[in-house]
C-alpha cells in the first residue's frame, strides 16, 4: 500500500499487485454464486461430447480458482510460507482452503495408500442448486472442487491426479463428496528424503 | 367486498415488507435474510469462466462479448423468479423509473451485496444511470491485460445481461450497458440503462 501510495504521489497509476490485498471478509448471496455455476455448467454441456469432458472442463475451471486461492492464502493467511511437506500442503487445503472457499473446514482427510488421500466433505456448498437437474449437480461440483484442489496442489509443488466420487453415509440421505488425490511419484520421493 | 379484501391483503404486503415506496429497506431486508458465500468464490469462479470463454473463442473480444452476455441473459430469465419470490413481489412497478429503482436498490443489494445509486435521468424518464460505489465481486484481484482493453473487452458484460434477461422476462426491453468501467482506466462503474418498450406492446408478426 505504501508503494501505491508513492506512485500515486509520482503520478503514475498503481498496478493491481501494488494495492492492499482485500481481506476476504465480503460476500453474495449463495443464489448469486449458485446461478454462475450452473451457468458455466450450462455452458460446458453444450459443448462437451460426454459427460467425462463435462467434468474435465468444470475440473479445468477449478483449477484456476485453486491456483489463485493458494496465492491470496499464502500470502494473507501464511505470511507468504510454503508449505514443503505432503502433511502441510494437506492440512492447508483441508483447512485454509475450504474454510476460505467454503466457509467450514472440511469434514475428513483420510489415507488410503502411501500416493492416494481423500478429502472428504458431507455437504459442498456448492451443491445446493437452483434449477439445474439434482441427478447432475453434484457430480458437476464434485469435478469443480477437485479442480480447486488441483490446482492448488499442482502450484504448490506437489503434482497429483484428482478427481470427485460419491460415497453413501449411513444415517445420511445425501451421498459424502469424497476427493481422491493420487500423487505423482515425484512428490513421494522427495518426501522420502525430506525424512518420512 | 372483494376490492376490501384486496386493500387489506395489500396494506399487509407493506407492512411485511416495507413498502413498495422503500426499495432501500427491502434490498437491505432481502440481502440480510439470504444465505451467503465468500465473495472470492464467486470473483474467482467468474474469473475461471471468462478465461475458458476467451479461450474458446481463441481471444477474439466480440465473441467472448457476446457470449457473456448471453449467459448473463440465461442467469436472469431464470434469477427473476427467485427474486419475485424472495421480495414477495405481488405487483408491477408502476415506471420505469421504479422499476430501476428497484433494479439498483433491492437486486444488486439481495444477490451481491452492492449498494448502488440511481441517477441522471433523462426527461421522459426513460434513460438513466446505476453508479456503483464498486464492482468488487466481479472485479476484485483483475486488472485487463493492454490488449483487451484495447480491443473493449467488456468483462462484466454478464452483469449487463442478466438485468437485461430479468427484465425481459417480466416483459420490459432493455439497453444495458457500463458507460464507465474501471477495468478500462475509468474512474467508476456506471451502467446506463435505456427503456426500449414493453413486450406486449410489440406489433404482433402475423397479420
Known amino acids: 500500500a505504501r508503494r501505491a501510495r508513492a506512485m500515486q504521489r509520482q503520478g503514475q497509476t498503481p498496478s493491481i499487485v501494488d494495492r492492499p490485498l482485500p481481506k476476504g471478509r465480503s460476500e453474495v448471496s449463495l443464489s448469486a454464486f449458485s446461478f454462475l455455476f450452473s451457468e458455466l455448467v450450462q455452458y460446458h454441456r453444450t459443448r462437451a461430447s460426454s459427460i467425462a469432458e463435462l467434468e474435465q472442463k468444470l475440473s479445468e475451471a477449478g483449477e484456476g480458482v485453486g491456483s489463485r486461492m493458494l496465492e491470496v492464502l499464502a500470502h494473507r493467511e501464511k505470511s507468504n510460507r510454503r508449505e514443503i511437506r505432503l502433511q502441510g500442503i494437506l492440512q492447508f487445503i483441508n483447512t485454509n482452503v475450504w474454510r476460505c472457499l467454503f466457509g467450514k473446514v472440511a469434514d475428513s482427510l483420510e489415507i488410503y495408500n502411501d500416493d492416494e488421500y481423500v478429502l472428504g466433505d458431507k455437504s459442498l456448498v456448492v451443491n445446493r442448486y437452483i434449477s439445474v437437474p439434482k441427478d447432475l449437480g453434484d457430480l458437476n461440483c464434485g469435478a469443480f472442487a477437485a479442480g480447486v484442489v488441483k490446482g492448488v496442489l499442482r502450484d504448490a509443488g506437489f503434482p497429483a491426479e484428482v478427481s470427485a466420487y460419491y460415497a453413501e453415509v449411513d444415517g445420511q440421505r445425501t451421498p459424502k463428496t469424497n476427493i481422491l488425490m493420487k500423487f505423482a511419484p515425484e512428490v513421494l520421493e522427495r518426501e522420502k528424503r525430506l525424512g518420512a | ?207
Open chain 2, 1 to 207: 367486498g372483494h376490492a376490501g379484501a384486496r386493500g387489506v391483503a395489500m396494506a399487509s404486503h407493506r407492512t411485511r415488507s416495507g413498502g413498495r415506496g422503500n426499495p432501500e429497506h427491502a434490498g437491505n431486508a432481502a440481502w440480510l435474510a439470504t444465505e451467503k458465500v465468500n465473495a472470492e468464490l464467486f470473483t474467482l469462479t467468474y474469473g475461471a469462466l471468462v478465461m475458458q470463454v476467451m479461450r474458446d473463442c481463441e481471444d477474439c473480444v466480440e465473441e467472448v462479448n457476446k457470449r457473456l452476455d448471453k449467459m448473463g441473459v440465461s442467469i436472469g430469465s431464470r434469477l427473476i423468479e427467485d427474486f419475485l419470490a424472495k421480495t414477495n413481489t405481488t405487483q408491477r412497478c408502476a415506471s420505469f423509473k421504479e422499476t430501476c429503482e428497484v433494479v439498483a436498490l433491492v437486486g444488486l443489494k439481495m444477490f451481491l451485496g452492492l449498494t448502488c445509486v440511481v441517477t441522471n435521468w433523462s426527461l421522459e424518464n426513460t434513460e438513466c444511470d446505476i453508479l456503483f460505489e464498486h464492482l468488487n465481486p466481479f472485479c476484485e484481484f483483475v486488472e485487463l491485460p493492454d490488449r483487451f482493453v484495447q480491443d473493449d473487452l467488456k468483462y462484466c458484460q454478464l452483469l449487463c445481461g442478466v438485468v437485461r434477461g430479468a427484465l425481459l422476462a417480466i416483459g420490459t426491453k432493455t439497453e444495458c450497458e457500463f458507460v464507465s468501467d474501471k477495468l478500462k482506466g475509468d474512474e467508476t462503474f456506471v451502467m446506463h440503462m435505456k427503456f426500449l418498450g414493453n413486450v406486449e406492446d410489440e406489433y404482433p408478426f402475423e397479420d
